[in-house]
Structures are given as C-alpha cells and as structure tokens.
C-alpha cells in the first residue's frame, strides 16, 4: 500500500528539548514536503526537497532543520522547541511534475 | 500576502443539494490547480486538479471550474452527501517541476442529512 508513516503521531515536550519527528514514503517520490497546520492560517511549508541531499526552505522554516540522507526518508529536527512551534505537522512527497501530493496522516505536537 | 484564498471558512448544505466552495488566486503564474480533502486525525487527501489551459474538470460527484482572467476557482460537489463534511483545501502550483505548493486556509463544508 502506497503510504507516507510519520511518527509520532502526537508528542508533548517542553521547551529546549532536542526531538525528531520521522517521515517515511514507500513510492520511491522524489519530492518530499514538510508542513505545518494551525488554525485559520491553513497549511504552510516548513522544508522541501527535491531529492537525496537536496533540500530548501519554503515559507516559514525559522525554527527546523531537515536532512536528505535517503530517499525515502525526510525528519523534520526541531533542535531547540519553542510553544509558538505547537501545530500540527504534516508530510508529503510526489512524483516529478505538477502531480498531487500525498500526506501522512499528522503529527501533533504540544510543546510547554 | 495570501496568494491563494478561501474567503468561506465553512458552508452547510443539505444532503442531495449542490456544494459550491470557491478559491480566488493573486499569483498569475499559478498554473496548476487541486483541490484536498481533509477529515479530523488525517491528512490532506487529493480530490481533484485542473491545468490553467482547461476551464473544467469533472470526477464524477466533483467538478472544478477555472476562469483565468478571474482569477477563480471552484470547486463543484452534486448531489452532496454526509460523507462529505470535511474541510477542503485549493492548492496551486506555480509552473512545471515547481516545488511549492501553495494552500488556501480550508472551507470546512458541513453536509446535513
């Protein structure tokens, strides 16, 4: 079955505290996404990446790293938490083109 | 500045009516356009796309309709059903190969039986 797996899928954490949150795609995409959803702002682009080793920054990465190593895989690093990171985080990857992206199905993450 | 909006925030329409959820767009090199489906505790699942060289789109229960110098987008659901109480999302693409998808802020449509 064709599916982007993010875990975890709900994470509370305080302030400072270094966490990862994994995104796996089984489509062999190329384009993997990150983003984050809150309320009456819709869905905002953290990170994209075009391919292994090759990433960038879309409307609102201040606060994230993330890291190509393999291409099925895309985590989103938060080394240093902050509240105003509190949303919830989606992945997504495509195929080349102008072709739908799919998600994982969220991370919620509350941070204190 | 919001390049694509979504000026509804939610619609109610009664079971077997017509669903209409509306997109305005500023970026005229938008050139792609989908619209997503989403339920609470999941993600954004793909519904429907249109190119900017069509003015319409049908699958089945869903048409999008296009107008370009409007710079316009719609999103058509006949005969509307309950399972179709989501939020739904238009999203654009800015040429071949881009990389950025840009979302509206969601109409969440309420179908009522």
């Known amino acids: 079955e064709a599916q982007v797996t993010q875990n975890p899928r709900y994470l509370i954490t305080v302030t400072g505290k270094k966490l990862t949150v994994t995104c796996s795609q089984n489509?062999?995409?190329?384009?993997m996404s990150w983003y984050r959803q809150d309320p009456g702002l819709g869905l905002r682009q953290i990170y994209y990446?075009?391919?292994?080793?090759?990433?960038d920054k879309g409307d609102v990465p201040e606060g994230y790293k993330v890291s190509r190593k393999e291409k099925r895989n895309f985590p989103l690093i938060l080394e240093s938490p902050s509240p105003n990171q509190t949303s919830l985080y989606f992945c997504?990857?495509?195929?080349?083109?102008?072709?739908?992206?799919?998600f994982g199905d969220g991370t919620r993450l509350s941070i204190l | 500045d919001q390049q694509v909006k979504q000026n509804s925030p939610s619609l109610s329409v009664q079971e077997g009516r017509i669903s209409i959820l509306n997109c305005d767009y500023t970026?005229?090199?938008?050139?792609?356009f989908l619209w997503y489906k989403k339920y609470p505790a999941e993600g954004p699942t793909f519904l429907i796309s249109?190119?900017?060289?069509?003015d319409k789109n049908e699958d089945g229960r869903f048409t999008v309709f296009l107008n370009k110098s409007a710079k316009h987008l719609s999103l058509h659901i006949v005969p509307s059903q309950p399972g179709d109480s989501a939020v739904y999302f238009c999203?654009?693409?800015?040429?071949?190969?881009?990389?950025?998808?840009?979302f509206g802020k969601g109409t969440k449509l309420s179908v009522i039986p």
């Open positions: 997504a990857s495509r195929d080349r083109g102008n072709q739908p992206q799919h």
């Open positions: 489509m062999n995409h190329e384009y």
């Open positions: 990446s075009m391919n292994v080793e090759v990433t």
């Open positions: 970026n005229s090199m938008f050139d792609y």
């Open positions: 249109i190119s900017s060289i069509k």
């Open positions: 999203a654009a693409y800015s040429g071949a190969g881009s990389y950025q998808l840009t």
